[in-house]
């Protein structure tokens, strides 16, 4: 009786390691080096950054007109407003700003800049539509100087919500630039980052139209 109860116990625990393995949920299931090189190897560039607090602590500003600097353009992780934008694909720029709260919650952005073609973003509303939740699509303009051009962009923050914050952990931002779609990549980066943000939320409600 023994020896059955140890072997089911073993069967139980083997099935909850599995269930944690398949759904992740924190920044060390994060196999941010596979997601790398499947941006590098479709000739883009990619991009790594820790995320830092403001410098009165925290990451949520009080005004969406708060001027703030990110390090990494497009923004992928940082100080942002305290309201996310609501999730979809726009044919206008979305807030910056309001965005990294979406990053923050789990999302993968997809970002064009004013000269992309209409082909191109196109490619990027059917990436999109092919599995929404936890994406935003959006253009960008140019920020302190910088700007994507013609070129297309995919960015996310990961962290581990059971330290986020503590000891000056806040989460990486992640961005991968490319001068064109690029599915495989594309379809790395978000498969491998989607609802992996530093706040847990679960890709499950970050539901279209919502925000």
């Known amino acids: 009786m023994l020896v059955a109860f140890a072997a089911l116990g073993l069967l139980a625990l083997a099935a909850v390691i599995g269930v944690v393995a398949l759904t992740g949920g924190g920044d060390s299931e994060v196999d941010a080096e596979a997601v790398r090189k499947a941006v590098l190897a479709a000739g883009c560039t990619y991009t790594e950054k820790p995320a830092k607090p403001l410098a009165t602590g925290g990451v949520h500003v009080a005004t969406i ?16 407003y305290g309201q996310t934008a609501v999730w979809g694909f726009y044919e206008q720029p979305a807030e910056p700003i309001r965005i990294v709260h979406n990053e923050e919650h789990g999302g993968v952005i997809v970002w064009w800049g ?4 209409s082909g ?11 599995s929404p939740e936890g994406m ?14 013609s070129k297309v962009a995919i960015t996310a923050w990961t962290g581990d919500p059971e330290t986020y914050t503590e000891n000056d952990d ?17 379809g790395t980066f ?9 706040e847990g939320v679960a890709v499950s409600s970050n539901q279209p139209g919502t925000g």
């Not at 007109?65 to 942002?80: C, E, F, R, V």
């Open 136 to 149: 935003l699509g959006t253009p960008i303009g140019t920020i302190d100087g910088k700007s994507l051009g």
């Open 190 to 198: 978000r498969d491998g980052f989607r609802g992996k943000g530093p």
């Open 170 to 186: 806040y989460g990486i931002g992640h961005v991968a630039v490319c001068d064109r779609f690029e599915e495989s990549a594309f």
């Open 120 to 130: 191109e973003i196109g490619k990027l509303r059917d990436f999109y539509n092919e």
């Open 65 to 80: 007109d708060t001027p703030l600097k990110w390090p990494t353009y497009p923004p992928a992780a940082g100080p942002h």
């Open 114 to 117: 004013p000269e992309t073609s």
